[in-house]
């Protein structure tokens, strides 16, 4: 479970686009108060844009607490 949960969020520069998160996406909150594999589950239901179009905030609904968050602290969820 580490090692997987460690490959979700790799560290890199921006030399390939990344897609934007959307409403209704379902993400990992990256939390520094939890382990790894206890980051809480959360559902975006507002995103905010910046000027050149690409999300840089969201808010995130995790339960019945919503908190705003950079989308550099989400790791996005790809369901198949």
Do not use: Y
């Amino acid at each position: 479970m580490r090692e997987w949960l460690l490959l979700l969020n790799p560290h890199q520069k921006w030399t390939k686009a990344k897609p934007n998160l959307k409403i209704d996406d379902v993400v990992l909150v990256i939390s520094p108060d939890c382990p790894r594999a206890h980051w809480p589950l959360g559902r975006v239901p507002k995103v905010f844009p910046g000027q050149d179009g690409h999300v840089r905030v969201a808010k995130i609904q995790i339960g019945q607490n919503t908190v705003i968050r950079p989308v550099s602290k989400c790791v996005l969820l790809e369901f198949l």
